[in-house]
Every structure is written in structure tokens, then in C-alpha cells.
């Protein structure tokens, strides 16, 4: 099978774009079209083989996750996402694998009603990059040096899964895994990104980032973009069932810290904005929850357990090149 069928069979899906795409694949470019009050925003993310992936992983859930990782800037931001184009390289052409592969991919794409609109299709070493473009409307948005001293800061869902989901992939590579295990993997594997949330906080929150590498390193983005400090309780740190079953206290305060690729959303809401922005994500049923406050920057990061000054972990997340 050659370059062209394989796009035609695997990645191309006509008759069920967006109204917005005027042309998907097939041409040079694709053409799409936004409303004079929108603004684009654009994101890409790599997945290469060994370093993002185990080289056994199941192509449904690496379709999958390439779509998810994405979505996540996307939905940190606060933007509705509405287009992907998918840069794929192979070793081979495996019909078997290419299938699993756009059924993940496809799966995630329709539940958000995003397009697959082009990309490009080579041979050499697996690894797959997505770029993801999402609509905002103009003079709204959430960003990363938009935190104030007295915010509040929130995190989504739990913390630590998907860590706790590798580290069981990495130590115990069988199938017997227990029910609890189990959740702990699909948050790995399929993670969930915070579409809906982000843009719920739009005119509540102006501050948010997605945690791919820990809610240290991510919230010390924001610290530092916004030049301010934070205090976290680690008592409110929102920490699995899943996750309390299977390891110590120690461990899943760890993994929630520190582990990566969980996926949820940090961000800050001003004291005068909490109580209707609880109200309205509880009316959606998207579970939030406070963990600390933003204070100046002097302070640094503190962490704190039952009101007492803790020491931070000193390996503080994912660095390619650290
Ligand atoms: P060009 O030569 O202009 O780079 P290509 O021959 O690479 O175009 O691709 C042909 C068409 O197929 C383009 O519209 C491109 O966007 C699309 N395409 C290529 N690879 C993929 C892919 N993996 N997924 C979706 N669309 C793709
Ligand atoms: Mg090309």
C-alpha cells in the first residue's frame, strides 16, 4: 500500500467534517474558516517511540492519547478545539496496526466534534505529531502569567493516576491486574483532557495550565510567568481511590506531585469570583477543588501539611534535556 491509499483508507473521512472546514485532506493546504470575534489558538505535541510510548503500546490507545495530549492546550487555554492535522511516521505499513491506530484517534476526535483536516505521512522511526487548533472568542482566554497574589488555585479530578498507571506498566507488565490497577492504567493510556472545563472558567478564571508533568513543574510555570508565589495544602491534594488502594500515602503524594501526564487542569480564580465559579462547574458535575493560594513572589513555593511548613520533593517533574 503507498502513501496516497494509505491516507485515503486510514485518514480521510469525507462526509463528516465540521461546517467551519471548507477543505480537509486531499489538497496542499486545508481551509477553514472562524468569525470575526474569534481568535485561533495553536497547539503541537510529539509522541515518539521510547521516549512518550512503549514500543508494545496498543496503536488505539497511542491514536488515542496523540489526540488527548493536544486537546489538553487546548482546553487550558479555555478554547473550544475544532481542528487536528497529523504528522505520522512509520517503520512499515501494517494494515492491523493502522486500523487501531485511526479507531483511537477517530474515537477521541468525534467525542469532542473535531476534524481531522491534513498532515503528512513519512517513513523512519514511530512517532506521531498532532497539531491542534482551537477557537476562542477575542479578549478572552486563560494564560499562564494571568495569576494574582490572593487567587485561589484549584486542580481538576485526581493527581497521580496516570503515574501510578506507568509505574504498574513498568514493574509488572502481566495482565493480572486488579480492578483498581486497571483505572490506574486507563488514566495512563487514555487520559482525559479537560475540554469542557476550560471553557467553563472562561469570565471566572483567567490563569490555567494542563498538568503533563506534574503539578509542581506545571504550577511553577504559572509561578514564574505571573511572578508571583503559592502556598499548597497537601492535605487537599485530590488523590484516587485507585491510587490509595494500591501504594503508601508517601507514594501517591508523589505521583501526584511530581508523576506527569495526569491531564487535569490547575488554575486561579480571584476570591471574588470562586463562589460562582464552584457553583457553575458544580452545576456542570466537573469536580474541582481548592488547594492553596497565590502569594508574592518572594515567598516562593510553600508547601504545607495541617498548617505546617513542609520541604519540597527535590526532583520536581519532567525535563526532556534536565
Ligand atoms: P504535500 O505533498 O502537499 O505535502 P501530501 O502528499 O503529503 O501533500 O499529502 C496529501 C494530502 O493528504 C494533504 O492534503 C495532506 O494534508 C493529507 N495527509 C497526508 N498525510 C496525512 C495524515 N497522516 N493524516 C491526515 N491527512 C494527511
Ligand atoms: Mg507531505
Aim: with cysteine; charged share 20%.
Amino acid at each position: 500500500m503507498g502513501e496516497f491509499d494509505l491516507i485515503k483508507q486510514y485518514f480521510t473521512r469525507s462526509n463528516l467534517d465540521r461546517a467551519d472546514v471548507v477543505l480537509a485532506v486531499g489538497d496542499d493546504c486545508a481551509v477553514t474558516t472562524i468569525e470575526s470575534h474569534q481568535q485561533l489558538v495553536i497547539t503541537t505535541d510529539t509522541l515518539v517511540c521510547g521516549t512518550h510510548f512503549l514500543a508494545d503500546i496498543d496503536p488505539y490507545d497511542l491514536g488515542y492519547k496523540s489526540v488527548a495530549v493536544n486537546l489538553s492546550d487546548v482546553a487550558s487555554m479555555g478554547a473550544k478545539p475544532t481542528w487536528v492535522s497529523l504528522a505520522l511516521t512509520l517503520p512499515s505499513v501494517n494494515e492491523i496496526w493502522l486500523t487501531e491506530f485511526s479507531r483511537g484517534l477517530f474515537e477521541i476526535l468525534d467525542r469532542y466534534n473535531v476534524s481531522l483536516i491534513g498532515g503528512d505521512t513519512t517513513k523512519g522511526h514511530l512517532s506521531i505529531t498532532l497539531t491542534a487548533q482551537g477557537i476562542l472568542n477575542k479578549d478572552s482566554g486563560l494564560f499562564r502569567h494571568k495569576a494574582k497574589e490572593g487567587d485561589f488555585i484549584f486542580v481538576s479530578g485526581t493527581l497521580g493516576d496516570s503515574a501510578a498507571g506507568l509505574a504498574l506498566l513498568l514493574n509488572r507488565p502481566q495482565n493480572d491486574y486488579s480492578v483498581s490497577q486497571h483505572n490506574l492504567l486507563q488514566r495512563h493510556l487514555r487520559p482525559t483532557p479537560r475540554v469542557e472545563l476550560g471553557q467553563a472558567l472562561i469570565g471566572y478564571s483567567n490563569c490555567a495550565i494542563d498538568i503533563s508533568d506534574g503539578l509542581l513543574a506545571d504550577l511553577g510555570h504559572i509561578l514564574k510567568r505571573s511572578q508571583v508565589g503559592a502556598t499548597i495544602e497537601l492535605d487537599k491534594l485530590p488523590l484516587s481511590q485507585n491510587l490509595i488502594e494500591n501504594y503508601s500515602l508517601e507514594q501517591a503524594e508523589t505521583f501526584a506531585l511530581s508523576g506527569g501526564e495526569d491531564y487535569e487542569l490547575c488554575f486561579t480564580a480571584a476570591k471574588e469570583q470562586r463562589e460562582a465559579m464552584e457553583r457553575a462547574l458544580a452545576k456542570q458535575g466537573i469536580a474541582v477543588i481548592c488547594i492553596g493560594q497565590v502569594t508574592e513572589q518572594t515567598q516562593g513555593l510553600v508547601l504545607t501539611r495541617n498548617g505546617e511548613k513542609v520541604e519540597l520533593p527535590t526532583r520536581a517533574g519532567f525535563n526532556h534535556f534536565g
